[in-house]
């Protein structure tokens, strides 16, 4: 997807015989698959001619093993593209502040507490370490967005105690 | 004539000064978000939905074919400009048009890439206004096992095709295609895949898929990996305008770019950058100046733009006359026309020709209202790409998450934006293309209410997918199309083999 022209001289990992992540890849889409089987085989057969509801998902479950034996294929010869090293902080980091946002909006903080928590979060991903500053500019974009959204476009954000106040 | 009839007509709708002032707004708002590093014109479009949900349904489709223009002009600045194309569309851009940049003549590879893209945009909006009755006529004839194999065929080209792997393409598609099973089946109202949550008996929405896909997605991976070099902002030195000598080497590829795009974008194939690769590579083979190709030649940036542009307004043919969208972005068009309860197709045209010649004429109108804004604007677009990284990924996913939060403010939605967006990472990281799993939700649906009809019609018999010569035509194709690439690197092993 994201094209690297530059990429060449990047530190790669070393490349394995057998792809592990892929392997995972392959037994993730098999699951998949299994599940599709099960919840099919839980729904009536009652359309008398053609297909019924459970017709389709057999159909794409049985998709999905063939992809699962090529992708398998792919894993255990290596053949997979090649995969830059990565930094697994800020990913989790950014996993963080949705898990945030999302506890925020379920307990009823409101609109201007949750994206303020993903902003910092995030911006702290991409490394930056002022998180005083960037909770104030978070808490300042967000209070603007949501007087926009709210009043001028009249979509209901929902709201919280800091939304109250406005 | 009736063509023009039906396009005046859509002129006057979109001359409405409510409908001019949606068309600003939408091509402002599609070139400001377009224009952000890493922001591809699909995920513009599906940022931008919310803005759109209070307004008619006329206003809000002309606001889109606003946005969908200034996404893709945009997409073109920034790859120009940072040499990071929002998609792969814009990659052959970026190719020569940031090496021009680099030379200080940004100024001239943004001007001919904005008129190259008007003039290509409109010669393909025209014919995208005399193709889209006649290919109406023909639907209409269309049943329902044909419509069936056109979206396999669709499937087939948007997935494995193309694709560097045609598993890896394949999955994608499938695990599109297994999304778009969840919920209520429309025709017996059995919930699928819904696991007792009330909230995925609606099934997944196209647009969190595509905000947690593309937006989520790219910002994880962007930020997995920020310690790799930066991608350098170039300034935009010297003139903005074009010489005569610019002008003179110009011209030809914008037509011949053209030419490229609209056919291969009108086909229900799909794939813009198929066209802006081949006229790259032709500019490049009848060029003058074969000494500039690499270090920023004009001509590597006029053709692929057009080329570029004529095909998105290529992949609207299908998508208004059959309903098939063929790219992620014409996807996301799709789920705006869906918001309102309207299905694009032959039907739409007879039942709401203001809707659908509305939003064609307000085409040629964002097209024009680009060439004007953009190039006196470009200051303030690169203001935009200047942004802070921090900033920017943290405003994007705010305003990723607002759409969702405004649509549905549930947990159980924020949770799925959130794992489509880990979705997206791996499938950045492990290169499984993303339009595929977009495409497969949202025609997925479609395609099997459609098979099933056909087989209810016939009493379940499925010979009816081979007796109607077009249905058995286009599986045929969908079936060669599948096999071609297996077959082809075969080939191309047993070549290696032999040397």
Redesign the interface.
Known sequence: ???D???DN?PREPVRRVDR??VA?AVA?AV?AA??VW??SK??A??M?????EA??IV?AI??VI?TV??LI?ALRGN??P??????K??W???G???L??AI??LGGG?IL??SA???T???????RAVLA?TA??LV??TL?YLA?DKL??????AGPLERLL | MDTFAALAHGMAVAMQPMNLLYALIGVFLGTAVGVLP?IGPALTVALLL??T??LDPGGSLIMFAGIYYGGMYGGSTTAILI???GE?AS?ATALEGNKMAKAGRGGPALATSAIGSFVAGTIATIGLAFLAPWLVDFAVRFGPEDYFALMCVAFVTVSATFG??P??G??SL??G??LG?VGI?K??G?A??AFGIPELLDGVEVTTLAVGLFA?G????V???????EEKLEPVRGSLWMTREDWRRSWKPWLRGTLFGFPIGALPAGGAEIPTFLSYSTERRLTKHPEEFGKGAIEGVAGPEAANNASAAGTLVPLLTLGLPTSATAAMMLAGFQQYGLNPGPLLFAERPDLVWGLIASLFIANGMLLVLNLPLVGLWVRLLAIP???L???I???A??GT??AK?S?VE??M??TF??MG?L?????F??APVVIGLILGPIA?SQ??R???I???DPMVLLQSPMSATLLGVALIALLAPFVLRGLGRFKANED
């Open positions: 997807m994201t094209p022209t530059a990429s990047l992540a892929g890849i889409l998949l599940v599709l919840d099919a729904l009536p009652t359309t001619y053609g297909m019924g509801p389709m998902p794409i998709g999905l992809l090529g992708n792919d997979l593209p995969r830059e090293s990565m930094d697994p800020p990913v980091l950014i996993i502040g949705l898990a946002l999302i909006i379920g609109f949750a994206t993903l902003f910092v995030t911006s702290a991903a991409f490394g930056r960037d500019i978070a974009i967000t967005i959204f476009l009249t979509l209901s954000l929902p | 890493g919310p803005v949900y209070k040499n990071t194309p792969s990659m560097d792997s598993v890896r394949l999955t499938f695990i295609l297994t099973l089946d025709l017996t059995q699928r895949l989520v790219e910002a994880l991976y930020a997995s990996r920020r310690h790799h070099a990284q921090p900033w990924y943290a405003g996913l705010v305003f998450t607002m939060i405004a403010p947990v924020l949770s934006l959130a967006g880990v990472f499938m950045r990281r492990f290169d293309p993303i099997e098979l099933r056909a087989l209810a016939s009493l379940g």
